[in-house]
């Protein structure tokens, strides 16, 4: 028995509507695939690295006093052990240069105890 004008009509409503949900799963499987999220990361850091630069550079424009002192103070920071071991030269060569002025000390005083 043929079907009638109202179940043919549902059953085609039900096949387009099957489609077009098919459609839509497949779109949402290509943006949620690992290579499409991957690159839109990609792109997304791209772009927040080159705002971030640009107003670096902006506020390095505005205060190029301030930016030195910034970059100086992290450049010791990072430098630091070099610098210690260089003052450390610095300071014990002074410091043996002086050596001979006190080898002319006095001799050390006697204590009343050590003379009785």
Known sequence: MPDSPEVTALRLEAEHRRARLMGTAHQLQERLSPKTLASNAWQGTK???ADLAENAVDAVKARPLAATGVVAAILMFLAREPLMDLV????????????????????PRQSVTEKA
């Open 47 to 49: 772009e927040k690295g």
């Open 88 to 107: 450390g030269k610095i300071a014990g060569s002074v410091g043996a240069k002086r050596k001979p002025r006190t080898a002319r000390r006095a001799k």
